[in-house]
């Protein structure tokens, strides 16, 4: 099955970038997904890229995609404290378009 | 629009006893999913309802875990007897159809269970 590795933990100050890093080993992933996890509250997807590109935009956020290395990244420019939650990368492999999640990371963002 | 709602949001429980989780999905969407998540991983599939068949049961522990969507709305978990590992939150999530990729899951605030 799917494997997905995250780091942890991510602390940046408000107003810098913050890039969550992410790695999978399915290389017949077709979509991968980016949700957000606050306190307390159930998941929220915040944007998806299909494998056949390489970068997405979508407002603050960029999501980029190496699919040789299997490495998945959500940059998020100017971070406000707001922003602060955990964040699980999740691809879907295959037809069934179901997510597989990594263990999730924790975004804190100081003043 | 409502979103998904789940009851009830806390529940204890001395292990060996019994439980059920109750979700209602967004009106009109025909696939439902229950995700276990403890504390510090990732959610993890429990079982997938397109209307009221299952679709996915794979990762469902068959021998204390059920699940149904009798008339395809609304679905319940039930754990019996619960043990220990049990405890976390259980996640309910709907979408539109399970058979489109950009078909969003929405996912309901959870119900977190701690089995003493």
């Known amino acids: 099955g799917e494997d997905v590795e995250q780091s942890l933990f991510l602390s940046v100050r408000e107003g810098d970038s913050s890039v969550i890093n992410c790695t999978y080993t399915?290389?017949?992933?077709?979509?991968l997904y980016w949700y957000k996890q606050e306190p307390g509250a159930g998941l929220q997807l915040l944007t998806y890229?299909?494998?056949?590109?390489d970068m997405k935009q979508d407002q603050r956020l960029t999501v980029l995609l190496n699919k040789k290395d299997k490495h998945l990244s959500l940059r998020i420019a100017d971070t406000q404290t707001g922003d602060s939650a955990i964040y699980f990368c999740?691809?879907?492999?295959?037809?069934?378009?179901?997510?597989?999640f990594g263990r999730g990371t924790s975004l804190i963002v100081h003043p | 629009e409502a979103g998904v709602a789940q009851s009830p949001r806390y529940k204890i429980i001395e292990k060996r006893q019994s439980v059920a989780f109750w979700c209602n999905p967004i009106?009109?969407?025909?696939?439902l999913y229950w995700y276990q998540q403890i504390l510090g991983q990732g959610p993890k599939l429990l079982i997938q309802?397109?209307?009221?068949?299952?679709?996915?049961d794979s990762q469902l522990p068959k021998d204390r875990f059920s699940a149904e969507r009798l008339k395809g709305v609304d679905s319940t978990l039930k754990i019996q007897p619960a043990k220990l590992e049990d405890s976390a939150v259980y996640l309910c999530?709907?979408?539109?159809?399970?058979?489109?990729?950009?078909?969003?899951?929405?996912f309901g605030p959870g119900t977190r269970l701690t089995v003493t």
């Open positions: 999530a709907s979408s539109l159809d399970h058979r489109v990729a950009s078909y969003e899951q929405y």
């Open positions: 399915d290389s017949s992933s077709t979509y």
């Open positions: 890229i299909f494998s056949n590109m």
């Open positions: 999740a691809p879907a492999s295959g037809g069934s378009y179901i997510p597989t």
């Open positions: 009106s009109g969407h025909a696939t």
């Open positions: 309802f397109q209307n009221n068949g299952v679709v996915d």
